[in-house]
């Protein structure tokens, strides 16, 4: 093995271009492939992963403490795998004023630790009480950014009753609102008992889950069981947030993965097939065939080996900081991570990868005889190659680039595989432009929709914690100012614009059983921006029309055209759908209804100004912060704060497209690299000719670049269309998912313009890529070539 | 001697590859007309010479003049353009490209100035005409036999009107009837005016195309004489 091993080195030694581009192929595609994983398995479940790793119950059920005992609860089992409980609850009134937090009913339980074999909460901050006036707050972990978290210590009164937080946990089934000792609990009197359950049985939909509850239940006495809810609810509602991005998400997960096995593949063969040259003469030699398979799979698997343990690396820690923020903001704070399988994927999958890809090339060598592998490594001969040159050698254009067109059919397969990663990488920069620019459309015309600034009175006891501060602390007071004096105050300010107001309610609606979330509306909303959010239908202009988000729609089963009652202290108008709108006003989905309509419905009610949300538009240009400032100066008990932020989860899918539009260009860039690093060392005896007859550098540098020209423009024409089909059918699938409609006007990114400038993406890629092998046979030194050869 | 006669003018070349010294102070002229041979043992320096002439490398110390011309004052744009107009070369092993036909292998040496495509082609045409291989202008080099290469090869050379043709063991790779047709090929160049300059292991072919023989060893001139061509 000592000679295959010294043949191996000397070839490594001779041919470094090749072996650090191999291994910077290589490092670059495994951080693309375990990116792209991390990025495949967390868009696949991210639910499943983070339900599974707290063993999340199946079923929630609670049972009256009076018709059922504990010892009867803890002893059906029926179908069980785990249960947790019998857990004391009760429903406590978080008071207003009575601490951070959103306000109304809490369900509180009692419960001895935040483990178990069900529910096992991810105790994120302080610890679990112990003692009597303690509680946990359950509350995602905010991860490594707490903007926009109540401080750390704090008091809650709940039921009239001061608590002190002593921790905050997260249960992603939401088991309860907060938890306190079984001793406190007790002495709380629960009215209702909690029991977890993971079943054994079929828990895919609502039914099945319902049937094991059937089970589990039966023999109790009629009406122990008061409610009961499958984890399913819970989940629909996670797929619902992530749903948009998650499309995005596997996309270029899949691009990802193609483009890195693509140009390893081509690399790695390539390498193999440039040496068959030298194949033959260690066949001369007297290697035996498989001695020669050896040292060319040594060859190429010491610099891949080297690039996939730091690709590996590499990618994991440009993968975890963006999973973990992108998720951890939706209530996904555990489980979510690069797993050990995508370290066995990037460590074994990846060098099998290169071994398959050197081994075919290789297996043929062995089969070569030596005289023809010497002469397969010199340039090679195919029909069609030469019959294009042939033609092109009559073609009116300067002969170098009349050659260089002519080199790509010289090795097709080659080609072919260059064009692939090209067209590749070409998809991915127009898919993630495209999507990068639907996504600032969209966070535009929400930010639009949404003012620049909020702005909130204060009712004296609580104040607006605005996302990205902390609360304001300080005296607190209430606004001597009524609702439309405080209209009047944002008016009067240094360069206001608009300014709505915003007053939600829900109304009971005819035919409806629950009732509907109105927010009626006032001032300029109609030109604030809201109209663009329209996706089907028209903006409404009277008062008996309405506007109606269209995830409330859907869940209303409402179509444009309908007509609806709405009744308020006896009272009751009849309003048009008249459109259908993406979003609505900030918060949970009402529909647009103006203020006449209220005035009309309830002429005595006073609204008070700490029950409205006023959204503020500058005039272009208008200092937001001045602005902000000037609300606070003011009046302090007004809250004011600027709302002009992309969504997070926006800014993620963003990064990552980038993060991975970089990688996958740059690693297309490497296979053109390669390709033009292999053409010339295969074509070295042609070029020292022709730099014999008197072809300059300038020359020789416009063939080898007209010939990857060549190669970039077919992968920028394929790849533009491709990329901008995925843009338009993964969009609005992506929108679908998260059940909502978008506008037409976001998905109308593509321009002449920017086509033009997507097509030369193609183009600058395989250039950039042949720019340094084209120059290097600019600069070979004939001498030593024909001398050589 | 005026200068004007004198196509190459070498004057204390030296060449150094690493520790090798492939030339040691060489001096030699060529005047318009002649034919020179260069012999001697294989690592003597023999391709380093016509390297130096051509353009091909640049010497360690020495001047290199052709045709007026101080090579070492030439950037590498203006060499290709020198070798281009004033050089044609021929090697021991052809040097065609495979994927063109044998008239688009000669007429590429004129296609690398403007863009037109048609009057090379004519030239090329009457040139394998004259070296009688007309008949083969469509073939590829790979169905060719060694001579026909190396007409090509010679027909490549002539295109541009060089005024200066070097050949590097032009018959190196032939047979002996194939060496002697190329061999009679060049004979009758010269006998037209073409100036040559032929490296040789070939006593035969030195003694009758070349009207004088410089013979080289390790890195020097040895020896020089005069032949009376039959
Ligand atoms: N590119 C190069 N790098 C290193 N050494 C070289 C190079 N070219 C030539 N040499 C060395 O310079 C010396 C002269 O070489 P050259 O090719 O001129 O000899 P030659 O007389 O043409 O021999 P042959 O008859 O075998 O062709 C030799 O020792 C050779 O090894
Ligand atoms: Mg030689």
């Known amino acids: 093995m000592s000679a295959v091993w010294r043949a191996s080195r000397a070839a490594v030694r001779r041919r470094r271009v090749q072996t650090f581009v191999i291994g910077l192929v290589v490092l670059l595609s495994t951080t693309t492939i375990v990116v792209a994983l991390a990025l495949l398995e967390a868009s696949s479940a991210p639910f499943d992963r983070a339900f599974a790793r707290q063993q999340g119950p199946h079923a929630i059920a609670v049972y009256d403490p009076a018709k059922v005992t504990d010892a009867q609860l803890t002893g059906q089992r029926t179908g069980v795998a785990a249960a947790a409980g019998p857990f004391g609850q009760v429903t406590l009134d978080l008071t207003e004023g009575g601490g951070p937090g959103p306000r109304g009913p809490l369900t509180v339980v009692g419960r001895a630790d935040p483990g178990g074999s069900v529910d096992r909460l991810n105790l994120w901050q302080g610890r679990w009480p112990t003692a009597a006036g303690e509680i946990v707050l359950n509350q995602p972990d905010p991860g490594a950014d707490p903007r926009g978290f109540p401080p750390d210590s704090g008091e ?363 927010n009626f509306v006032r001032g300029d909303y109609s030109s604030m921006g809201y109209q663009d959010e329209l996706t089907a239908g028209r903006w409404m202009t009277r008062a008996d029309e309405t506007v109606v988000p269209s995830e409330l729609m859907r869940e209303r089963g409402l179509k444009i055209g309908d007509k609806l009652t709405l009744e308020l202290g006896g009272r009751r108008t009849v309003l048009t759908v008249i459109g259908e709108t993406m979003d609505g006003a900030p918060g949970p989905p009402g529909m647009f209804v103006d203020w006449r309509v209220l005035t009309e419905l309830a002429p005595d009610r006073a609204v008070k100004p700490h029950e409205v949300y006023y959204q503020v538009q500058l005039k272009r240009g208008g200092d937001v912060a001045a602005y902000v400032a000037a609300v606070k100066a003011a009046d302090p008990a007004i809250d004011a704060w600027d709302t002009s932020q992309l969504s997070d989860f926006a800014v993620t899918v963003i990064g990552f497209s980038s993060v991975l539009s970089l990688l996958l260009s740059t690693v297309a860039a490497l296979g053109v690299f390669n390709t033009v690093v292999l053409n010339v060392r295969e074509r070295r005896r042609d070029l020292g000719m022709l730099k014999s007859i008197g072809m300059t550098p300038r020359q020789v540098v416009t063939m080898v670049l007209t010939s990857m020209a060549v190669v970039g423009a077919a992968g920028g024409v394929l790849g533009i269309p491709l990329g901008i089909v995925a843009h338009r059918y993964i969009v609005p699938t992506a929108a679908d998912a998260a059940r909502i409609a978008i506008p037409h006007s976001v998905l109308e990114v593509w321009q002449a313009p920017t086509l033009a400038l997507m097509a030369l993406a193609g183009v600058v890629i395989a250039l950039l890529g042949a720019l340094v092998p084209a120059r290097g046979a600019a600069r070979l030194t004939i001498a030593e070539v024909l001398h050589n050869e | 001697m005026t200068t004007d006669t004198c196509v190459v003018r070498l004057d204390k070349v030296r060449k150094e590859y690493g520790d090798t010294t492939a030339l040691d102070g060489v001096s030699l002229e060529i005047r318009t007309g002649e034919a020179v041979a260069v012999m001697g043992p294989s690592g003597c320096g023999k391709s380093t010479m016509l390297n130096m002439i051509a353009g091909l490398d640049r010497p360690t110390s020495g001047s290199v003049r052709v045709h007026d011309e101080e090579l070492s004052r030439l950037n590498e744009t203006k060499l290709a353009l020198f070798r281009r107009h004033r050089i044609g070369m021929i090697f021991q092993f052809f040097n065609l490209l495979d994927d063109l036909p044998a008239i688009d292998n000669v007429a590429l040496a004129a296609q690398l100035t403007g863009t037109k495509a048609g009057p090379p082609r004519k030239r090329a045409m009457e040139l394998l005409d004259e070296l009688g291989i007309a008949d083969r202008r469509n073939a590829y080099p790979a169905a060719l036999s060694g001579g026909e290469r190396q007409r090509v090869a010679v027909a490549r050379a002539l295109m541009n009107r060089p005024a200066l043709l070097l050949a590097d063991e032009p018959t190196g790779a032939l047979d002996s009837r194939s060496g002697e047709q190329v061999m009679d090929l060049l004979l009758d160049l010269n006998q037209i005016g073409q100036t040559l300059l032929i490296v040789t292991h070939d006593e035969r072919l030195a003694t009758r195309c070349a009207s004088r023989v410089v013979e080289l060893a390790d890195g020097r001139i040895t020896r020089e004489r005069s032949l009376e061509r039959a």
Not at chain 1, 230 to 239: G, I, N
Not at chain 1, 365 to 390: E, K
């Open chain 1, 156 to 518: 809650v009164t709940l039921g009239g009753k001061r608590y002190t937080v002593v921790g905050r946990a997260h249960s992603l089934s939401q088991t309860a609102d907060a938890w306190v000792s079984p001793e406190q609990m007790t002495a709380l009197h629960p009215t209702s008992v909690q029991m977890l359950y993971r079943f054994t049985g079929d828990v895919s939909t609502k039914p099945a889950v319902h049937a094991d509850l059937a089970a589990v239940t039966a023999g109790l006495p009629a009406g122990a069981l008061i409610a009961a809810q499958p984890y399913l609810v819970v989940k629909e509602k996670v797929a619902s947030d992530i749903g948009v991005y998650v499309p995005f998400l596997a996309t270029f997960g899949m691009l990802g993965l193609i483009v890195a096995v693509v140009i390893v593949g081509n690399v790695v063969s390539g390498a193999v097939v440039s040496s068959f040259r030298h194949i033959g003469i260690l066949k001369a030699l007297g290697f035996t065939p498989r001695q020669v398979v050896a040292v060319h799979l040594v060859m190429v698997s010491v610099p891949a080996l080297i690039g996939c343990v730091l690709g590996t690396v590499a990618g994991t820690l440009a993968a975890q900081p963006l999973l973990s923020d992108g998720f951890a903001g939706l209530g996904l704070d555990v489980g979510i991570n690069v797993g050990v399988w995508i370290w066995v994927a990037g460590l074994v999958g990846v060098p099998t990868l290169v071994a398959l890809s050197a081994f075919v090339p290789a297996v043929r060598a062995h089969r070569l005889s030596a005289a023809q592998a010497i002469s397969a490594g010199s340039s090679p001969r195919t029909g069609h190659g030469t019959r294009i040159q042939r033609r092109l050698a009559g073609v009116r254009l300067s002969r170098p680039v009349t050659l260089g067109l002519g080199l790509p059919f010289a090795r097709p397969g080659r080609t072919v595989f260059t064009v692939v990663a090209v067209l590749l990488g070409v998809t991915t920069v127009t898919f993630a432009t495209g999507l990068a620019d639907t996504l600032t459309r969209i966070s535009t015309i929400e930010d639009r929709a949404s003012g620049q600034i909020g702005v909130r009175p204060s009712d004296g006891r609580t104040r607006i914690a605005p996302e990205g501060q902390l609360p304001p602390t300080g005296p607190q007071a209430t606004t001597t100012r009524t609702d439309t004096e405080v209209e009047q105050l944002l008016r009067g300010l240094p360069d206001v614009a608009r300014v709505t107001s915003v007053f939600r309610l829900p109304v009971p609606t005819i035919g409806q059983t629950q009732p509907l979330t109105v």
